[in-house]
Structure formats: structure tokens, C-alpha cells
């Protein structure tokens, strides 16, 4: 069974900061794009930072510009989202998600093909 598996959510004060993992497991991304979705309560899903499957495109969501850096780990099955300067609005469960398609990254329309169960994040004081 191929699965994307999310660590590192957890609660932090505002200004703080989390690293979010994405271990691959069932088979080999390192030919895979693979990029950061969230979600609110109440909210679609959406786009967060993107990376290919080389590291060297990266793209992020305005909302988390400067403050987000997505990157790929040593063996390139992994990926990472380093987040500084939380602020309440990051609040969200953050998805992993992986496709041959660069730009299926970038939206919900088709989308991905793999994605991860979710690790929440909690910005509060």
C-alpha cells in the first residue's frame, strides 16, 4: 500500500516555529514532485509550497512566502515545510501530497495523486 506519512504538527505559540516531515512509504518518490497542502475547519483545502522532484523549483502560497521553506531531504523520497513566524491563521491540518505532475501540485483540480492523512498544526497563545 502506497502511503505518504506526515510528522511534526503540534501546538505553538504565535511567532513560532514547527518542521513538518513527509516520509514516503510502499514505493519510491524521488522522481515525484511533492508539495504541502492545508485545510481549516471550514475551509477548502489549499495550496501551500510545492518542490520538484530535483529541488530546484520551489513555489509557495503568498500566505507563507518568507516565512515557509519546503525542501527535499538526502534521499529524495523525503520532504520537509520548516515554518517560522506561525500566526493564528496558519492554523490548519497540513497535507502531504505527491504526483508525477508538476503543476498537479498547485491545485485541488485534479490534483495529486498521493496524499498523506494529515498532521495538525495549532498556532495559540
Known amino acids: 500500500q502506497v502511503q505518504l506519512v506526515e510528522s511534526g504538527g503540534g501546538l505553538v505559540q504565535p511567532g513560532g516555529s514547527l518542521r513538518l516531515s513527509c516520509a514516503p512509504s510502499?514505493?519510491?518518490?524521488?522522481?515525484?514532485?511533492m508539495g504541502w497542502f492545508r485545510q481549516a475547519p471550514g475551509k477548502e483545502r489549499e495550496f501551500v509550497a510545492r518542490?520538484?522532484?530535483?529541488?530546484?523549483?520551489?513555489v509557495y502560497a503568498d500566505s507563507v512566502k518568507d516565512r515557509f521553506t519546503i525542501s527535499r531531504g538526502n534521499v529524495k523520497n523525503t520532504v520537509y515545510l520548516q515554518m517560522n513566524g506561525l500566526k493564528p491563521e496558519d492554523t490548519a491540518a497540513y497535507y502531504c501530497?505527491?504526483?508525477?505532475?508538476?503543476?498537479?501540485?498547485?491545485?485541488?483540480?485534479?490534483?495529486?495523486?498521493?496524499w498523506g492523512q494529515g498532521t495538525q498544526v495549532t498556532v495559540s497563545s
Open positions: 518542490v520538484s522532484w530535483d529541488g530546484s523549483m520551489l
Open positions: 501530497a505527491a504526483d508525477l505532475g508538476y503543476g498537479r501540485l498547485a491545485t485541488l483540480h485534479p490534483g495529486p495523486r498521493y
Open positions: 510502499g514505493r519510491t518518490f524521488s522522481n515525484y514532485h
